[in-house]
């Protein structure tokens, strides 16, 4: 099947901190975003609205057809885990679908290509990879301003910023810029992005284990250079240094209740199941503690 790009759908808002339990709710309460007061419902403008319904799809929380996905019901129920996205776990999590769904094309791209090209980057950078990229498939048209657009957008979720500092329950804010992924520097009259491979230790291991297992493209076994560098693996999207993936795997693989074991035989690094786990059990337990 021929994979779709879309750079547009966000109406150019990035998802506000608490757009996913008011999208969710609504939903929930047998709402469509549809309706015609589905605004007055929602308590936002009109183009808020789809914007909304797009993150919430990026974010694995809305299934393509509307429905409420169970990661979503587990997470934002009223008695969920955590329904006001409070735990900084919550945002990983988020991180990792938008990625992985692909629905978002930038996320994905800039993850799981881009970045492999520069870790330093500027806008006209991405800009001209998404050119090349569109050339080369044949699969969709770059506009220009779109494209711009769009990455602004990516900017605004991600970029810590000194105003997010000063007042993190600013409503404007980004969702993810509490995971500091994205930095940003000036050189001359160019502004710089960067995503830099680190150990990232304030990822909690049960959610590198739920996104190990949540990718499923393996039975009773996985080897360390598929989590590495395979797309929507953990390590392009946590972006984690070779370091820092083989701290996370020996942390798993320490814990007997996991059933993980930790095999280097003949150079070949694998991860081994005893039992094959329910990524969101592995989940339950992390927020019941």
Request: proline share 2%; hydrophobic share 35%.
């Amino acid at each position: 099947m021929e994979k779709k790009y879309t750079f547009s759908g966000h109406e150019s808002f990035q998802c506000r901190q608490l757009w996913p339990k008011k999208g969710y709710d609504f939903i929930s309460s047998g709402k469509s975003f549809n309706d015609d007061d589905a605004a007055i419902m929602l308590g936002v403008g009109k183009n808020m609205v789809a914007s909304i319904r797009f993150w919430m799809k990026s974010f694995g929380l809305l299934s393509l057809d509307d429905k409420i996905t169970p990661f979503a019901d587990k997470l934002l129920a009223n008695d969920g885990w955590d329904p006001y996205l409070e735990d900084e776990a919550s945002l990983w999590l988020l991180h990792y679908h938008l990625v992985k769904s692909g629905i978002a094309s930038t996320y994905s791209l800039v993850f799981n290509e881009f970045r492999r090209e520069k870790i330093e980057f500027t806008r006209e950078n991405y800009i001209s990879f998404v050119k090349r990229k569109a050339e080369s498939t044949g699969q969709f048209q770059a506009n220009e301003k779109t494209i711009h657009d769009d990455f602004n957008v990516f900017v605004k979720l991600y970029l810590r910023t000194s105003h997010h500092l000063k007042d993190k329950e600013d409503s404007f804010s980004g969702i993810l810029s509490e995971l500091d992924l994205i930095k940003a520097f000036s050189r001359g009259k160019d502004d710089y992005f960067v995503i830099e491979n680190t150990d990232r230790t304030e990822i909690p291991d049960e959610v590198i284990l739920y996104s190990i297992l949540e990718a499923g493209n393996f039975d009773q076994s996985v080897n360390l250079i598929t989590l590495e560098q395979e797309p929507n693996s953990i390590g392009i999207v946590y972006s984690l240094s070779k370091g820092g993936l083989l701290n996370k795997i020996e942390s798993l693989a320490s814990k007997p209740a996991n059933g993980i074991t930790f095999n280097d035989h003949a150079g070949i690094k694998e991860l081994q199941f005893k039992k094959k786990l329910s990524p969101l059990t592995v989940l339950d337990k992390y927020y019941a503690n």
